[in-house]
Structures are given as structure tokens and as C-alpha cells.
């Protein structure tokens, strides 16, 4: 049997999406926006991970642009557990730079990884499944386990977790052996997954021993492992510059293409506690308190003859006769989209100059 | 035959309509609002004006709270030209007020009387023909000439004038004898108008002389006219107070109702000058340049599958699959409506507190 280890979280909140254009552009993307609560994103997921460590153990990884907004709006976090990535070059180096990072605090911690900008209804559940998963790893030290939504409807924006047939060996029967990951299906594939039951939705969230990532690393990513191993000895003088230098040289990939389609044993735990990527206003309303005509609305509006619609604006926005729009108002844009359409906004922002 | 006279201009600008809200509201009316061009309603009116008389012998009459905004928007005017409303009553005590106003500057001039927030593209025609109207009433000094606008389409926001078959007397041919005045018709009875040709639209647009239309005040609205006679021997500095302590006693009621009606010998000039009076968005975009897909837009907007949009903000305005709606933004409000309900407007704003 294993030994029992620390548990640190790493936050990944360097992403730069602008799917909620205008309100989240690249100088303050969707981690850092109040989409369904007073809180922002990333204060949710603190808060979040807040009852199973203190803030000293919660790590977040960004880029230099992120950081004051970070400092802002997470208050109490240390500043060097603010983990800067010179470039984002994608989860894989992300994950290793922050690995080796949080070494140097927390020798041979269990990390739990963790986006920075999803939704998880019941915190609860949430807790008690990441406590089952750091048991199961404690009992089972190289054990890699993954969060897998149960999902409810058949959705083509997410990777999905094949489960096998087969348990973790130790009478738990809530921990699955993965048989692989797959990439964004098509409809009729996610609607196949859906009715045979054996998929879940890939959240990209992950609990494994600090000691078994980088070895893994080493494997199976060992010119991207060798570029940053160095940050697990060197003096603290000489780090920000080692950090610039090499993490160029690290191969810009996912840590699910970088290891996990490489590698057979990982676990899965199929989870249930209402979780959401948020990606788009449409999910926003679902988690929105809607007024008796199903608009979503912020302020003293008024929505006349006017039926679900979202609305952002700090101003007074007064509709007439307007029906399935979301409108979102900023100091420099009136956006106005039908809802079902909203996700064009990638399309469109490429033609406007301003947004890089 | 009758005795030429100087001209003089009254340009009514007291009217407080919110059409155009949230872009017009009671602070500032449709008048003084830029809809068409760079220049506002009212200045339109002023400078096509000029083409006949010189600033000094143009005369708006407005409420107290207009007289800063016309004196920016008409530098030029002569402070004592502006002549103020105590409160609003309907056209026939603004009429006799100016009237008296004016003839203690210009003894018995040939006044014209127009509203202020009309557009009229073909200006050379409306010259030509209010000098036209000038040349009748120098000859026939007890006339009342109206102009009516040439129908072009089944119109149940205006009155009408119905002609008779009785052409001046003079030769001219262009000068009619007016039937009667009609009020706003229902759609089946201003198709009617339109297929009988015997129509015409009332544009509140009058020219008389002074002494003429005080006289019809003495017979046909005695009260109102006793009420401010004494303005004609007032010594200045007793003016202000007179006309506060008495207007409140004249009849508040329109010059149509008040007098209009009630006489036969009025003429009329069939006039085809483009005239509109821009009563909503859809006038105003019938008078806007349009892109290629036909939306009406101010700035650096982008219209994504988007057509026949009406847009006036400050902003940038990103349209993605949005059709046939006005957007307008001013500091406070955002409106939305489909352009066909645009005038339901004024049920809305009723609702709204902040606009008393």
C-alpha cells in the first residue's frame, strides 16, 4: 500500500477564450468574468477548493497579462503561487512548469488540476469526490484519476472518457479504469456515445501524485521534461530567468494528446455534481434566474411583448417585441446576436481590428 | 388689389414628442435632434428659411426650457426672436402670442407659420412656392393659404385637406379653395382620399397676414384673443409678467380646431417638395444612406448576416443574424424593437419612471 501525501490544487487560468466577446476579451477572459454569480469564475473555483485546502496549497497558473487581475481578484492567494507561463504553449508544459513549481514548496503533494472557469452546482458532491480520489491514491500511489461527467445530453463541444468494464481492484466500485480518450464527436457519434452508456465528458480535471506526473513526463514527453527539470533545483534568483529561456523549447500540446491517449491506466470517476463548461450565454441562462417571460436580466430594464432574451448592459435596456437575443453592452460594444447563433461571435471578432 | 408687405417667419419648436426616445425625450424633442443630417431638425428648418428672409425676421416660438437649446443650435437668432411659451397650449394661443410678439416688431408683415422638425428635400420648390403664396396674399390681403402635401401612399397619421373644384381666381391655377379640413382618417377612408385625388396631407404649414389672423381670433376665439391683446400696446418691461398672468386663460386648442374649421375662405397650394414630417424610424431611414444590405448605420458596425437595421449609438454595434430592428443607445438606455412597433414607444415609456 501507498503512503499518504499532501494535497495541492493547480488552477489553470491562463486561457485566453473570447466567447463571451464582448465581455470577455483577451485582456479579461471568461475565468475572470461574473457570468452566474456576484463572484467571477476563478473566485468560484477558490472558493471551491477552498474546503478541502488552505490558499496556501492552491497554486494558479496564467499568463504575465493575467496576473494583476488574478492578485485582484483572488486577494488572499501568496504571490508565488502565482505560476506565470512566459507563453501559453497549452496544458501539457503548463502542467509540467507548474508540477515542478509546486515541488519546490510541497515535496511529493497530490495535485488536483482543475480549469479555472467551470461550473460545479454541488460543491458538496464535489468534495467528497475529490477526497475518494485522494484515498484511492494514497492507497494506490501511481494511480492517474480523472473526473468524468455523467452526461445528460448529447453535446458535440466535448471530449469524452470511454469507460471500460473493468473496477479499480480495491471494492470501490466508483473508481473505473478509462479505456481511452476521445476527441469532439460529430452528433451522430456523441448520440451513439450517449445511448451506450459507456462515455462520460472529459473536464479536464485531474488528481495523481506529483512524483507519478513527472515521471510520466520523462516518458513520454522527454524533450518538453528535460527543457524545465532544472526549476526542481535551482535557486530561486535564477528561476524567472531559466522559465523564459526554456519554456520555449517545450512541446506546445495538451496533457490529454501529450500522455493520457498514451498511456492505459487511469481511473475515472463518474461524476454527478452538476457540472458545466459554461461556454456559451446559453448555458449562462440555464444557471440564471430568468424573469416570468424567461428573460435573462441584469438591471431596471423592461422587456416588452419580449421573451427570452439574455441581456448584459449596466444600462437601461428596453426591449420591444424581441424575442431569443442575447445583447451584451460594454464601454466600447453593443453586441446583439440570436441566441442560437451566439458562438458566430469567433467568426466575427477575427474582422474587427481592435481585438487581436 | 391689396399692398405688398415685409415677410416674417414663426418656426413653432414647442413640441415635446418622444418618438425617437430614448434619442428624443422630453429635454430634448424631436426638433433639436440630428435624424437626417448633420445638422438638427430645427436648424434644417431655420436655414431653408434664410432662402427668403434674413435672420432678423425669423421668430421661434418655444417653451422656457428649449430657449438654451435653440440658442445653441441657432446662434444667430436674435434673443428677443425667440418668443416663449408659458406653458404648452396647443397651436392657437402660440399662434396668437407669436402674432402679437411679431407685430411689435413688423407692423403687419405676411407671416409664415411652420412647424420645426419637418424635413422638405426640394427646398428650391418650397421657396418658389412660398414666394408664390407671398405674390397671392399681396394681391388678396385678407387671404388664408395653407399648403397641402401631394399624397404618395395611404397615410392614417395625418389630417387632410380636401379640395374643392374652385380654383383662385387669378389665373392662377396652382391655388385651390380649400373643401374642408379632415382629421386623422382610418385605413379604408384615407385609401379612399388617395383614389379620389380630391387629398391632400395637412402639413400645419400656413402663410396670412397679421391682421388677418388677428381678426379671425377676434371672431372665432374671442376669449383667447382678449386675453393677450394688450400685448400689441405693452410697454416692454411689462411684457414677461402680462403674458405669464394671462395665457394660462386662453383656449388650449389647435389652430385647425380653433379657426380652420370654422371658416371657408381658405386656399391651398398642392406642393410636392418632398416633405415629410419624420414621425418615426422608418421615415428616417427612408431619408439615410444605407449599406448593401440596407441596415442604416452610424459608425465602424458590423452587420454578420444581418439586414435592414436602423442603428444610432456612440458604440461599436455588432449585429450577428439580427433583422429589421432600430437599436438606440444614448447615455442612459438601450432600445430594441422591431422597426414595425417602433412607435409603441410611447406605451412603453409611459411605464418607465425616470421619464416624467
Redesign the interface.
Known amino acids: 500500500m501507498g503512503e499518504a501525501s499532501m494535497i495541492t490544487v493547480l488552477i489553470m487560468a491562463g486561457g485566453k477564450g473570447t466567447r463571451f466577446w464582448?465581455l470577455s476579451t483577451e485582456e479579461k477572459p471568461k475565468q475572470f468574468l461574473s457570468l452566474i454569480s456576484e463572484n467571477t469564475m476563478i473566485q468560484m473555483t477558490v472558493d471551491r477548493v477552498k474546503k478541502i485546502v488552505p490558499i496556501e496549497r492552491i497554486f494558479i497558473s496564467t499568463g504575465e497579462k493575467y496576473v494583476n487581475l488574478i492578485k485582484e481578484q483572488i486577494a488572499d492567494i501568496p504571490e508565488d503561487n502565482i505560476i506565470v507561463e512566459p507563453e501559453g504553449r497549452n496544458t501539457a508544459p503548463c502542467i509540467l512548469l507548474s508540477t515542478l513549481m509546486i515541488e519546490r514548496k510541497y515535496k511529493n503533494s497530490t495535485i488536483v488540476v482543475l480549469p479555472s472557469d467551470h461550473l460545479i452546482k454541488n460543491e458538496n458532491v464535489f468534495v467528497e469526490t475529490l477526497l475518494k480520489a485522494n484515498e484511492f491514491i494514497n492507497d494506490c500511489n501511481d494511480s492517474i484519476i480523472t473526473l468524468g461527467i455523467e452526461p445528460n445530453r448529447i453535446e458535440t463541444g466535448y471530449g469524452y472518457i470511454e469507460k471500460s468494464n473493468e473496477k479499480a481492484n480495491l471494492g470501490n466500485s466508483d473508481i473505473i479504469k478509462v479505456n481511452k480518450f476521445v476527441e469532439k464527436p460529430d452528433f451522430v457519434t456523441a448520440e451513439k456515445y450517449i445511448r451506450s452508456e459507456k462515455y462520460l465528458w472529459n473536464a479536464g480535471m485531474f488528481i495523481w501524485k506529483s512524483k507519478k506526473i513527472l515521471e510520466l513526463f520523462k516518458c513520454y514527453m522527454n524533450s518538453t521534461y528535460n527543457a524545465l527539470k532544472d526549476i526542481a533545483i535551482l535557486e530561486e534568483s535564477k528561476l524567472t530567468e531559466y522559465i523564459s529561456d526554456n519554456y520555449y523549447l517545450t512541446e506546445a500540446t495538451s496533457i490529454d494528446y501529450g500522455i493520457m491517449e498514451k498511456i492505459n491506466d487511469i481511473f475515472v470517476i463518474p461524476c454527478n455534481f452538476g457540472w458545466d463548461d459554461i461556454g456559451s450565454w446559453t448555458s449562462v441562462e440555464r444557471y440564471s434566474k430568468a424573469d416570468l417571460n424567461g428573460n435573462v436580466i441584469n438591471h431596471n430594464s423592461?422587456m416588452?411583448?419580449s421573451t427570452k432574451n439574455i441581456i448584459v448592459?449596466g444600462?437601461?435596456?428596453?426591449?420591444?417585441?424581441?424575442n431569443d437575443?442575447v445583447?451584451v453592452?460594454t464601454d466600447?460594444?453593443?453586441?446583439?446576436?440570436?441566441k442560437k447563433?451566439?458562438q458566430?461571435?469567433k467568426?466575427?471578432i477575427n474582422?474587427?481590428d481592435y481585438i487581436k
Open positions: 464582448p423592461i416588452h411583448n448592459s444600462k437601461m435596456v428596453v426591449f420591444n417585441n424581441i437575443v445583447l453592452e466600447d460594444v453593443i453586441f446583439l446576436s440570436t447563433d451566439d458566430e461571435v467568426n466575427i474582422k474587427i
